[in-house]
């Protein structure tokens, strides 16, 4: 039975906590953000506080054995600081036995990288290239018999299990998923995992309506299944950014350079057919800023985004769409957001992504719930001063994507049940 981190009794108790400890770090080994960690605090010194202890967990980076450049080592100084404890560090994740049994209450333990163990994501390693079906069979046989081993020593460091590692939570990993097993009556969900999950299901589950989402970004071919989930679920779809191409050329439109996936027009098609049956408003660009070469200090010119001419290539929204948008933007309740509108790396070609993200403090500001979640449209607004003014911004891009396509995330499954 799944249990929550407010009302359990951590008396004495040691939790062992995944977290996404995958902090970006320079050459010097010195991290460059720290939000991840930051984020990871609430749920700590809740444990801390409630007199436990924490046996911290995480990956860092995708090392393929043991390697010095991704020891979380790096990082204990940092984690220390920020949890106000000296934090003590395991070298060898399966080695930890010792130290975790010593810990008393307030004390906490960092755990060496789990993937340096192929156990934790429990895929093999170091197969040649040239090994045969049976082989890659047995080779992933054996590192599946050997996970179980691996699960095991990590549980019995502790007591209970925390998964606050949104971030990996689509992953059925050893120390996101599988150590759930062990603790049936003593798992549950750190805070910002919550958050995440609340966020989620205040926009596919139980949202306020009208429900919008807005889908931009490169490619169809990368978000087919979140279209096609939503598709069932929205009342307004804007689709933006290069994937919106697909749709104009679809729909006979002329999109001179732009970027376009001939192979997925039936389903863009597909799509829109769907849209209409259930009464869906979908909201393609109407107007489209065009460049002529991929850069920033290129001509531009502004054109009906089904008229485009043949030698321009379209790069971001142009007025009459952002128009358009804002309009259904300010008139729901629940908004989602994934994937920018325009190239918006390139400063000349990042007004229309700039706009949305300020109709979507707009909205905010009206009471409406927004969620912005899942790979660069997080990096935008993020990059441009909006994060705190929306209501929720996602920290798992694979994980928050898998989420708005539907699929029941391992990380989550695995406290739940
Ligand atoms: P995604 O990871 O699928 O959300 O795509 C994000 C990327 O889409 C960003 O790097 C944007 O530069 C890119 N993008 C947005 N609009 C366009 C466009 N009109 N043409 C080419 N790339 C675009």
Redesign the pocket.
């Known amino acids: 039975m799944q249990q929550h981190i407010d009302s359990y009794d951590f008396t004495g108790k040691k939790a062992i906590v995944r977290v996404d400890f995958n902090v970006p770090l320079n050459e010097q080994f010195e991290i460059t953000d720290d939000t991840r960690i930051r984020r990871a605090m609430p749920t700590l010194k809740k444990v801390l506080e409630k007199g436990g202890s924490v046996i911290i967990m995480s990956h860092l980076g995708r090392p393929k054995k043991v390697d010095p450049k991704f020891s979380l080592k790096h990082i204990v100084g940092r984690v220390s600081e920020c949890l106000g404890v000296p934090v003590q560090f395991a070298d060898d994740c399966m080695k930890a036995g010792e130290a975790a049994a010593a810990l008393k209450p307030g004390e906490a333990l960092l755990l060496e990288n789990l993937r340096y163990y192929a156990e934790e994501e429990g895929k093999p390693r170091g197969l040649a290239e040239d090994a045969s079906e049976e082989e890659k069979k047995a080779a992933k046989a054996a590192v599946k018999a050997s996970q179980k081993e691996f699960v095991k020593t990590l549980a019995s460091y502790a007591d209970c299990y925390i998964n606050d590692a949104f971030g990996t939570a689509h992953r059925a990993h050893a120390s996101t998923a599988l150590i759930a097993a062990y603790f049936p009556n003593d798992k549950m969900f750190g805070y910002l995992m919550e958050g995440e999950i609340k966020a989620i299901d205040n926009v596919l589950k139980h949202a306020e309506r009208p429900l919008t989402a807005i889908i931009?970004?490169?490619?169809v071919s990368?978000?087919l299944a979140v279209l096609k989930n939503l598709v069932g679920k929205v009342d307004n779809l804007i689709i933006?950014?290069?994937?919106?191409?697909t749709f104009i050329k679809a729909q006979g439109g002329k999109i001179g350079l732009?970027?376009h996936e001939d192979e997925l027009i039936p389903d863009a098609l597909e799509i829109l057919k769907e849209a209409k049956e259930k009464g869906v408003n979908v909201s393609l660009s109407v107007e489209?800023v065009a460049g002529q070469k991929?850069e920033n200090d290129t001509p531009q010119r502004i054109f009906p985004t089904h008229d485009i001419a043949d030698d321009w290539?379209?790069?971001?929204a142009a007025p009459a769409s952002l128009e358009n948008w804002k309009k259904i933007i300010l008139a729901s309740k629940t908004i989602l957001w994934?994937?920018?509108?325009?190239?918006?790396?390139?400063p000349n070609?990042a007004k229309?992504?700039l706009q949305i993200a300020e109709d979507l403090a707009e909205a905010t500001r009206n009471g409406a719930y927004t969620l912005v979640g899942?790979?660069?449209?997080v990096a935008?607004v993020t990059q441009m001063g909006y994060a705190d003014k929306v209501s929720y911004v996602s920290t798992g891009g694979g994980a928050m994507l898998e989420a708005i396509e539907g699929k029941v995330l391992p990380g989550i499954a695995a406290i739940q049940e």
């Open positions: 931009g970004g490169s490619k990368s978000k933006g950014g290069g994937m919106g191409y732009s970027l489209t991929f290539e379209g790069m971001d994934n994937g920018p509108v325009g190239v918006f790396e390139l070609f229309g992504t899942g790979g660069d449209s935008a």
